[in-house]
């Protein structure tokens, strides 16, 4: 089905970036919602969920807020106020630099990591779902055009 045809619109687009641009969202926000919907059952935001998976892979080490924020997929306002949710819910952990008093390391709990652990698996049945359909040449086309239109956002 056409983006013209779900979207039940009657005139045509006024321009084929238009349309482009409306496909990518509207795509977004299908995919996205079965995610969301998934990690609802865990009590974690999409955008939690992001920071979290950002803070495993930072190892022991942490990251300060700055860093979080800069590797974020979704830009947010106020990644102070997002991390310090997440710490009320004992998702992450924030120790001052005792060599510089200014840095605030943000860590992920042992708690949240056994979240993650468990989300692993059905997050990756959702990526199959949504996507395993594509050939891997298809798959990576995408990847390419997709890198291609964020050169200018």
């Given at each position: 089905m056409?983006?013209?045809?779900?979207l039940k619109q009657n005139r045509p687009f006024r321009s084929l970036e238009q349309?482009?641009?409306?496909?990518?969202e509207r795509t977004a926000a299908l995919l996205g919602y079965a995610f969301a919907e998934e990690l609802k059952a865990y009590g974690l935001t999409?955008?939690?969920y992001n920071v979290l998976r950002i803070l495993r892979g930072a190892g022991t080490g942490?990251?300060?807020r700055h860093e979080v924020g800069a590797r974020l997929i979704a830009p947010v306002?106020?990644?102070?106020?997002?991390?310090?949710?997440?710490?009320?819910?004992?998702l992450i952990e924030r120790e001052r630099d005792s060599g510089d008093r200014?840095?605030?390391?943000?860590?992920?709990?042992?708690r949240a990591l056994d979240v993650l652990a468990k989300l692993d698996e059905p997050m990756e049945q959702i990526h199959q779902r949504q996507l395993g359909h594509m050939s891997k040449a298809d798959l990576r086309k995408l990847v390419t055009l997709l890198e291609e239109a964020r050169k200018t956002a």
């Amino acid at each position: 089905m056409s983006l013209k045809d779900e979207l039940k619109q009657n005139r045509p687009f006024r321009s084929l970036e238009q349309e482009a641009l409306l496909s990518i969202e509207r795509t977004a926000a299908l995919l996205g919602y079965a995610f969301a919907e998934e990690l609802k059952a865990y009590g974690l935001t999409p955008t939690q969920y992001n920071v979290l998976r950002i803070l495993r892979g930072a190892g022991t080490g942490g990251l300060c807020r700055h860093e979080v924020g800069a590797r974020l997929i979704a830009p947010v306002p106020d990644v102070t106020r997002l991390l310090d949710r997440m710490e009320d819910a004992g998702l992450i952990e924030r120790e001052r630099d005792s060599g510089d008093r200014r840095l605030v390391r943000t860590r992920i709990t042992t708690r949240a990591l056994d979240v993650l652990a468990k989300l692993d698996e059905p997050m990756e049945q959702i990526h199959q779902r949504q996507l395993g359909h594509m050939s891997k040449a298809d798959l990576r086309k995408l990847v390419t055009l997709l890198e291609e239109a964020r050169k200018t956002a």
